[in-house]
């Protein structure tokens, strides 16, 4: 037992906190560009049914990035295909905020999301590989480096507004996150791409396991709820909560504290429970917590509420990729690729299905597809589970 709670502790060397913070840099640039948008869209002197394009042009990045990714790993290596993850999204940013039409900056927003693809691919694929049995402990821990960083954008984009610098330094320090952690990274990639596993790229999609693909299912909820809650909590708090101004900082904030604890408590909890134990309990948290926040009127309980369902989401991603990898581990870009490709389809999704469902029937009734997403979850964890070793790819 001893041994066992070893081999799942992770081992954290340079690479390893490179990877870290890489992931860090990104979940700065999601939040960052979330408290911004609104500021962009004034600016631009948009309609709110043109500004949903931005999130369109996210999810559409997430798909298109993730299905090259095993491509680009195969060319450049794993490393360099992250790096040059960096220098997209440092790119897109840019073009974001030079102030430039609608078109351009909407172009940005989907090159900046096609880089943080990449790179995020690259992370979850290396770590995996890195940490073998320690991975889902580690994806957790850099999940949670994420959800720490993701504070910056909203501070920074309040801080910048209120004393007249305006929305765009919030993502400009994104940018500077990115460049330092590629300063940090050295000029050597080449201890990122492992004993010669991306040089037997590119491999085929039909390569993938059978097992897999009960595994990619798994990353629609896992992505669709956190999306769900980041785009939609805000109006759910002021139709049924009755909460006017700071509704939107109050959900975001609920939504990230949620998420930072429950990554931080569950990578330590990953070191010692089985992650399919672990991410059936998740989504059982999410979906009940959630619950109460959909039956209870009340401010503070709802926001209480949040705050434990974020818990339960901050472990969606790390476990459910992290098993898509562990699946096909002889194929781990592809896999990563894939299962993030799976994930954008969920934000292309989701958030629609909830959208078109208020309209019908009323927002309160359509945000019980977070839930039902949650019980879907679990039904796909119990029905396939993943062994912590697969040996082989025969499905």
Wanted: net charge positive; glycine share 14%.
């Amino acid at each position: 037992m001893q041994n066992s709670q070893v081999e799942l502790r992770p081992t954290r060397v340079k690479t390893t906190w490179v990877t870290y913070f890489l992931m860090g840099a990104y979940g700065a640039w999601v939040y960052a560009f979330g408290a911004t948008r609104a500021s962009l869209t004034a600016e631009q002197g948009i309609s709110l049914t043109v500004a949903g394009l931005y999130g369109t042009a996210i999810a559409l990045g997430l798909v298109v990035m993730s299905g090259l990714n095993a491509r680009v790993a195969g060319k450049l290596g794993r490393g360099g295909s992250m790096r040059l993850g960096s220098c997209v999204v440092i790119a897109g940013i840019l073009m974001i905020t030079c102030g430039l039409p609608f078109a351009v900056t909407l172009v940005g927003t989907f090159i900046a999301a096609c880089g943080g693809a990449l790179a995020v691919s690259g992370v979850s694929a290396f770590v995996s590989a890195q940490q073998g049995l320690a991975a889902p402990a580690a994806l957790s821990e850099a999940s949670a480096l994420a959800a720490v960083a993701s504070f910056i954008g909203p501070v920074v984009a309040g801080v910048g507004i209120a004393i007249g610098w305006g929305w765009r330094p919030a993502l400009w320090t994104v940018a500077l996150c990115f460049l330092l952690v590629e300063i940090f990274r050295g000029r050597s990639v080449r201890e990122y791409d492992g004993r010669g596993d991306t040089r037997e790229l590119p491999s085929k999609v039909r390569d993938l396991p059978k097992l897999f693909w009960w595994t990619a299912l798994t990353m629609l909820p896992a992505a669709g709820i956190e999306y769900c809650l980041a785009l939609w909590s805000t109006d759910y708090l002021k139709e049924r909560g009755g909460l006017d101004g700071g509704a939107e900082q109050a959900a975001l904030v609920g939504i990230v504290i949620g998420l930072l604890l429950g990554r931080v408590v569950g990578s330590r909890i990953a070191e010692r429970v089985n992650p399919e134990r672990l991410l059936i309990g998740a989504f059982t948290l999410s979906g009940l917590a959630f619950l109460v926040v959909w039956s209870i009127p009340n401010v503070g309980i709802m926001l209480l509420f949040l705050v434990i369902t974020g818990c339960g989401v901050g472990l969606h991603w790390p476990l459910a990729i992290g098993r898509s990898i562990r699946s096909a581990p002889q194929f781990a870009d592809r896999a990563s690729g894939t299962g993030t490709m799976a994930a954008g389809i969920a934000v292309m999704i989701a958030p629609f299905a909830l959208g078109a469902m208020a309209d019908g029937f009323g927002l309160q009734w359509a945000f019980l597809i977070v839930p039902a997403l949650a019980l879907l979850g679990v039904a796909l964890v119990v029905f396939r589970p993943v062994p912590m070793m697969v040996r082989s790819i025969s499905g």
